[in-house]
């Protein structure tokens, strides 16, 4: 690309003036509530669409793709996220269980990064999510799979102006 597009690249502010402190000494154990404390951070500080996260799977050679997606809920199972079965990602899926999530808010200089072995949950969970998306219509869609991300590592990421970002790195209580 020309010089004059990369000095602008270079020239954009990476993180706002004021971070938020972040002592994970002082977390919450249970990274689920972490993740919503942060989740309910970035809403009020007006993020669009908190709830949206980059979806890396990869196909049958290797070869990594990535998307967004919304996050539908975090329970027992892990992190739910739903598509269709027939998609690139449901195929990617289907022959490599396998993903990372990333979700990033600007405003905070935050970033949550989860990686874990995919399940596929229940038709009728799938079915209920189907019919409450927004413009839900009635009809049926058996290809829409809810997928839960069971984690295997998350880590919680806070930008710093002195350069020392904090990596709190979670590994889920089953797999210490
Ligand atoms: C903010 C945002 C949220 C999205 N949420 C979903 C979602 O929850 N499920 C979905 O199937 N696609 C969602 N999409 C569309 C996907 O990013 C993607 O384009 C589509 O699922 C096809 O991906 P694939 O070809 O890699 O399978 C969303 C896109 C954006 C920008």
Known sequence: MSESFRERLRALPDFPEHLPEFDPAAAPADPAELFRQ???A???AGVAAPNAFS???VDDEGR???RMLILKDIDDDGW???TSRTSRKGLEL???PHAALNFYWPPQGRQVRVTGDVVELSAEASAADWHSRPGADGSDNPDWQLYAVRPREIEFWQA???RRHIRHRVVPENLR
């Open 160 to 162: 710093s102006h002195d």
């Open 55 to 57: 979806l890396a799977t």
């Open 64 to 66: 990594p793709s990535s």
């Open 80 to 82: 739910h996220f739903a």
């Open 42 to 44: 970035a809403l009020e």
């Open 38 to 40: 942060w989740l309910d």
């Open 94 to 96: 289907q022959a490599n």
